[in-house]
């Protein structure tokens, strides 16, 4: 334990990947700079011997800052404090702790991403369309998605466009948005320019609301702006891409997703979309369901398109556990 002590970060980091194993530690090189590369290379060749009461010593203190992240991620510096105290007592708490905060970024609007959409809309819904952008682009993408549902058809295309255009924003700014909002600063905000928005943050928003808001935005963006409506369409799934998946996936998708949802779904899909279904169902299930169809009788499109919502979240979820691949417009995606 006493060696551990007198050991650098940067010791402690080749250390731990030599820990690790290569597969892992190729796995983080991935999200490093060439030049950190370059030294923990040099610091792994320096290593000779590593005894075992040094590598736990590593590997726990590694784990510790890592839960504790977690916890600040969860709850804040105060939550995190007071489960660590608990788990490790006062001192040990306080080093994790300052260790972690000399260098952790909290990310701006924390507390309203402890609030309901409600209340967040309550916040925002009289302030310019710059200001509810970039409070959207730190939220969580559920909530920014019911809060751009909730805004006047109006706005939303127009926030919806700053959100995909927006790059970097001052500290001063995001500072006072916060005062605004809260009547305090965060103590953790970064003094260099924090990127927030661009076009993956409104994709993520985009693909939570609601199909009439969907259509809304990007009909007045298609209007105001197409080359940017273009860019955010390819990178979209929407409920008619499903022609775009292969049977294996259409397979996977028809086993998690509620029948009733994928009856409504269908009732007004094209007959294209249709038969990739149908093709992916066994005869027996597919007659099923095109009985059931007829025999539904009219329905409210608006239940149509929260069914079709439903079912891209639930295509969605397969696809982040890497159960399924989504192609993405533009033919960079490569699947062997």
Known sequence: MAKGIHLSGRQKAAILLITLGPEVSAQVFKHLRDDEIEQLTLEIANVRKVDSGEKEMILSEFHQICVAQEYITQGGITYAKEILEKALGSQRALDILNRLTATLQVRPFDFARKAEPSQILNFIQNENSQTIALVLSYLQPEQSSAVLSSLPQEKQAEVARRIALMDSTSPDVIAQVERVLEQKLSSTVT??????????????????????????????????????????????????????????????????????????????????????????MSKRMAETFKEEMEYMGPVRLRDVEEAQTRIVATIRRLEEAGEIIIARGGGDDIIV
């Open 191 to 280: 003094q260099d320019y924090t990127n927030a928005g661009g076009i993956e943050a409104i994709v993520h928003i985009l693909n939570g609301v609601d199909r009439g808001t969907e259509r809304t935005i990007l009909d007045s963006l298609e209007i105001q702006d197409p080359e940017l409506a273009e860019e955010i369409k390819k990178r979209m799934f929407v409920f008619e891409d499903i022609v775009n998946l292969d049977n294996r996936a259409i397979q996977r998708i028809i086993r998690d997703i509620e029948n009733a949802d994928l009856q409504l779904a269908l009732k007004v899909a094209s007959e294209e979309v249709r038969e990739s279904i149908f093709r992916n």
